[in-house]
């Protein structure tokens, strides 16, 4: 078995509000709300500042789970 590749993380700085970024991806403000608090959870993000922090982007190939 081969070790693991390391993570690495992917810094985004987001110049968009939360409803403005719901609004392009055609979904409510809530309900991305409620999709960025689970990939929180999930580990998969970290949110900071204007800044989405993507801390496991492999997990983002295999397409969402919500």
Known sequence: M???EPRK???????LKQWELAQAIAVT?????RI?????QDGIIRRQKGWLI??????LQHGPEF
């Open 2 to 4: 081969e070790p693991a």
């Open 9 to 15: 993380e992917i810094r985004l700085q987001l110049p």
């Open 54 to 59: 993507l801390t496991d982007p492999q997990r």
């Open 29 to 33: 403000p809530e309900h991305l709300s």
């Open 36 to 40: 960025l608090k689970q990939m929180e």
